[in-house]
């Protein structure tokens, strides 16, 4: 039933958004696990490393994800927000502490699309 609710669900958005031809609904997520239609990455971990953390995503799913780090100033103890520009899709994504501030904690952002 709930497959069913679903497919109609996307079906009625694609003719109320003026999409034309049949619809088709997307396969659904297995129970094991298969996130292949998802556009978010999964499995993601993060940590700090050195004077700043590390993130890194084992599935990226069609999104991408990069580390952010929050440092503390060491004259006004001010928290600064640093993070890579670049996003990534595979791999592992580093983020230091800039001088004139240490470590304070760290973390992970995702976005769906690359």
Known sequence: ???LRGA???ASMMVALGFQGTAAAAPAATEAGDVSIMDWPTDCYYGKFSDGTQAECEKSNGGSYKAVVICTRYDNFEKVVHEPQLWRTSGISYAFCPMGTFYSSSGIKT???S
Request: net charge positive; aromatic share 0%.
């Open 8 to 10: 109609l669900l996307a």
């Open 1 to 3: 039933m709930q497959k």
């Open 111 to 113: 976005r769906a699309s």
